[in-house]
C-alpha cells in the first residue's frame, strides 16, 4: 500500500467521521489564554466556524484517529467486513492538524474518536497520549471532545476525563436487541457501565471536600450520546423513552440523534434507504420539549397510535391540536407552565411576557415584538385585544399548518 | 442646537460622556444632533460646548448595557434613538421591562444585529500564517463585518490567541495585537497576505467532513449568509460539493455489497477467542 500523506489521511479519517452528529464546544469551564504562555479560550457558548452544505455546524475539528476497526458493526463505514480505505494518524499529526487550525481560527478544538485497534485500552492509550499532549505540551486551552472506547479499563477513561471537556460514548441503536443484531461486538451493559462511571466520577469532582477545595475538574461540559435512527424497527416512542432514561440515569448534557444515511460500501443487512431527515427534527424537537418545557414521553407520543411523530406538525402543536379543549389561553393570567405549552411561544417569549404583564396587560401586536410565532398561536391563545373565536375548534385547524399533500401528476 | 462628534475609533466612550453630560443638563432629543466620524456637512457642525458634568442622572444598567452594544450598529440613527429613550427612561423606570415598546423593540433588534455581527467575526475571520520567524508566531487577516463591530469583539481574540501576534483588517478600523498589547487603528483596503499551504487542508477537512445523502443548502446560506463568502477560503468548494452531491449518493446505492476483505474473517474468529484461529 503507497504511504498516505496528510491530506488523504485527512480526507479519509473526516469522511469516516462525518457520521457522529455532535459538533458542540458549549457549557465547559471559562478558560482563556491571556497569561501569554497558552493557546486558546473556552467562554461558555460554543462557535460554528463553518457550515457545510448540509447544513450542519463545522466547530470542531471532528476525526478518527484511524478507521481501523475489529469491530463488525452493520451501520458503520469502518465495519471490519467494509473495504473502506484505512487509515492512521500518528500523535504528532493530529496535536499539528488540531493546532494549525486553531490559530486560523477554523475550529473551537478537537473532538477525537477511532475505530477499536488491537484492543479497546490500546486504542484509549493512544487517543490519551493525544489529548495529553495538546494539554500538557502545546498549552491548548481549547475544547476537547473524546469518544471513549466502552470496554476500555475504567482508570483509561477517568484519565480522559482530566484531559477532556466533554466525553461520549454512542449507545448507537435504541434497544439492546437492535445493538445484539446490528453490532454484536458491542455490548449495551458495559455501554451503560462505562456512562455510569463518568458520572459517578464527575458527580466526586463536584463535591467539595473538608477543607472545601473541589476535586480536580472532570469533564466540565459533561457526557453526550448518539442513536441510529431509522437503521432499526424502533418507534419514536421507543426512542423518547430511551433518551429520557440517559437524560435521568447519566445526567447527559445531550442525546443526539443520527438519522441513519447510506455509506460507500454498505453491508447487504441494512438497505440504503433516504436518510429520515424529517424524523430526526422532529425527534430533536421533541427531545427539547421533555427538557425545558415539561412535557412527557407519554403526552408527545399520544397523538398516533403507531407510536411515531407527525412528520408534518411539530410535536408540541400536534399536542395542542389533539387538546384543544385546554385552549384558548388568556396570556395575561395563564400560569408559566400553561404558557409554555402554548405553540409558537419559546422559552424566550414565555419570560417576556411574564415581566411585560406585570406592569400591563398584553395585546397581539405586543406579543409579535416579543418574537412569538402567531402564525402558530392565535388559535391558541387570547389577549387583550384577540380572541380566536371558532378558530380554535375549527375542523380544518390541523389543515392550516400541515403542508398541502403533493400535487399528483402523470407519468 | 448641539452638535456631537463622535469618533470612529472610542464610539462607544465618547458617546457615553456626551450624553451623560446632555440628559444632565436636561437637553430634549431634538436639540442634538449626533455625528459620526464628521459624515455630516461641517456646515451644520456649530462646535456648541457640550454642557460639564452637572449632576449625574441614574439610567438602569440593563440601559447602559444595551448602549454599548448599540453604538456599533451602522444605522446613522442609532445615537439619536438610544438618547430619546434615555430621555424617556427619566419619566418611564419601568420602562426597560417594557419588551413590547416599539422604542425599546427597535433598539433591542439593533443589539441584536450587532451581537449577530460580533458572534459571526469571531466565527468567521481566517487567519493566515505570516511566516515571519522571530519568538512568537505571527498572522494577519481581512475582514468585512456587517457593522462597526472590530472594537468590541478584538478582546475575544486577545483572549484565546494571546501566545502569538494577530492583526484583524476591516475598512473601518484595524485591530493589532502585539506582544501582549492590543491596539486600534484606522482602517485600510484589503491587505495583500501571503499564501498559506493550510488552508488546503482545511478545504479537505470541509468537503469530507460534508454528508452528501443530507444536503440541505438553506440550512447553510442561513448561518453563513453568502457575503461572508468571499473571505472563508473553504467557501470556494461550496458549489462543486453541492453539484456533486446527488451523484455521489447514488453511486453509494448503485454499488453493490462487496465481499468482505479476507483480513476481516480472520479478525472476527480472534475477537470470539476461536484458539484454531491463532497463528
Ligand atoms: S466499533 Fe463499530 S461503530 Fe465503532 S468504528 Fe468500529 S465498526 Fe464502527
Known amino acids: ?411 | 442646537m448641539y452638535t456631537v462628534p463622535l469618533p470612529r475609533i472610542g464610539t462607544d466612550i465618547a458617546w457615553r460622556d456626551a450624553a451623560k453630560r446632555l440628559i444632565g443638563a436636561g437637553v430634549s432629543p431634538d436639540e442634538v444632533l449626533w455625528n459620526f466620524d464628521t459624515e455630516m456637512d461641517t456646515l451644520f457642525a456649530t462646535a456648541t460646548p457640550l454642557p460639564p458634568i452637572s449632576r449625574r442622572i441614574k439610567a438602569p444598567q440593563s440601559f447602559v448595557e444595551m448602549a454599548n452594544w448599540v453604538v456599533w450598529h451602522k444605522d446613522p440613527q442609532r445615537f439619536a434613538r438610544l438618547y430619546a429613550l434615555l430621555w424617556r427612561l427619566r419619566h418611564q423606570p419601568g420602562l426597560m421591562q417594557d419588551r413590547a415598546d416599539p422604542d425599546l423593540a427597535k433598539l433591542r433588534q439593533m443589539e441584536k444585529g450587532v451581537h449577530r455581527c460580533k458572534h459571526k467575526m469571531k466565527a468567521f475571520v481566517r487567519f493566515r500564517d505570516l511566516r515571519q520567524g522571530g519568538e512568537r508566531r505571527s498572522f494577519a487577516a481581512w475582514f468585512e463585518p456587517t457593522h462597526h463591530t472590530i472594537e468590541p469583539t478584538a478582546p475575544f481574540f486577545a483572549r484565546r490567541f494571546a501566545d502569538m501576534d494577530w492583526m484583524i483588517a476591516t475598512p473601518d478600523v484595524t485591530a493589532q495585537f502585539v506582544d501582549g498589547n492590543l491596539s486600534f487603528h484606522p482602517g485600510q483596503p484589503k491587505p495583500d497576505l501571503p499564501e498559506d499551504a493550510t488552508e488546503a487542508l482545511w478545504g479537505t477537512y470541509f468537503c469530507n467532513i460534508f454528508n452528501p445523502a443530507r444536503l440541505k443548502v438553506s440550512a447553510m446560506t442561513s448561518e453563513m449568509p453568502k457575503k461572508y463568502w468571499k473571505n472563508l477560503p473553504e467557501a470556494q468548494h461550496i458549489q462543486g460539493l453541492i453539484a456533486g452531491a446527488e451523484a455521489k449518493v447514488q453511486e453509494m446505492r448503485d454499488t453493490a455489497p462487496t465481499v468482505p476483505p479476507e483480513r476481516a474473517a480472520k479478525i472476527q474468529r480472534q475477537l470470539r477467542g476461536d484458539p484454531s484461529t491463532e497463528d
Open chain 1, 1 to 411: 500500500m503507497a504511504r498516505l500523506d496528510l491530506s488523504q489521511k485527512l480526507a479519509i479519517l473526516s469522511d469516516a467521521a462525518r457520521y457522529d452528529a455532535s459538533c458542540a464546544s458549549s457549557g465547559t469551564t471559562r478558560r482563556d489564554s491571556r497569561d501569554g504562555k497558552g493557546l486558546g479560550s473556552t467562554e461558555g457558548s460554543g462557535i460554528c466556524h463553518a457550515y457545510a452544505p448540509d447544513g450542519r455546524c463545522i466547530s470542531l475539528l471532528k476525526i478518527l484517529m484511524t478507521n481501523f476497526c475489529i469491530y463488525d458493526c452493520a451501520y458503520c463505514i469502518n465495519r471490519v467486513s467494509s473495504n473502506v480505505q484505512r487509515a492512521r494518524f500518528s500523535v504528532d499529526e493530529v496535536v499539528q492538524l488540531t493546532i494549525e487550525f486553531y490559530r486560523r481560527n477554523y475550529i473551537e478544538g478537537l473532538f477525537l474518536s477511532s475505530g477499536i485497534i488491537q484492543s479497546p485500552d490500546k486504542t484509549m492509550e493512544d487517543m490519551l497520549r493525544i489529548a495529553k499532549r495538546l494539554r500538557e505540551v502545546e498549552n491548548f486551552r481549547g475544547y476537547i471532545h473524546l469518544k471513549t472506547i466502552p470496554d476500555a479499563a475504567p482508570e483509561l477513561i477517568e484519565q480522559a476525563g482530566l484531559y477532556a471537556d466533554r466525553l461520549s460514548i454512542n449507545v448507537e441503536l435504541p434497544t439492546d436487541n437492535s445493538v445484539k443484531a446490528y453490532a454484536p461486538e458491542k455490548n449495551p451493559a458495559t455501554i451503560r457501565r462505562a456512562m455510569g462511571d463518568v458520572k459517578a466520577r464527575k458527580d466526586i469532582a463536584a463535591e467539595r471536600s473538608f477543607s472545601g477545595k473541589r476535586g480536580k475538574r472532570f469533564v466540565p461540559a459533561g457526557q453526550s450520546t448518539q442513536m441510529i435512527v431509522g437503521a432499526d424497527g424502533s418507534t419514536d416512542a421507543t426512542i423518547l423513552a430511551q433518551s429520557t432514561q440517559l437524560y435521568g440515569d447519566y445526567k447527559l448534557k445531550r442525546v443526539y440523534y443520527s438519522a441513519f444515511s447510506p455509506i460507500p460500501d454498505a453491508t447487504a443487512k441494512l438497505p440504503l434507504i433516504k436518510p429520515p431527515l424529517a424524523r430526526e427534527h422532529r425527534l430533536y424537537q421533541a427531545d427539547w420539549l421533555l427538557r425545558f418545557y415539561g412535557f412527557g414521553v407519554d403526552e408527545i407520543t399520544a397523538a398516533r397510535p403507531d407510536g411515531n411523530l407527525d412528520l408534518e406538525v411539530d410535536p408540541k402543536l400536534a399536542w395542542a391540536l389533539q387538546n384543544r379543549a385546554l385552549f384558548p389561553v388568556d396570556v395575561n393570567k395563564a400560569s408559566k407552565d400553561m404558557l409554555l405549552r402554548i405553540p409558537g411561544f419559546g422559552t424566550r417569549t414565555v419570560g417576556r411576557i411574564l415581566s411585560t404583564r406585570r406592569h400591563r396587560s398584553l395585546r397581539y401586536d405586543d406579543l409579535l415584538r416579543m418574537g412569538a410565532s402567531l402564525k402558530k398561536a392565535q388559535a391558541f391563545i387570547t389577549a387583550h385585544d384577540w380572541s380566536p373565536g371558532g378558530l380554535t375548534d375549527s375542523a380544518d385547524l390541523r389543515a392550516r399548518f400541515a403542508p398541502p399533500p403533493e400535487q399528483m401528476s402523470l407519468f
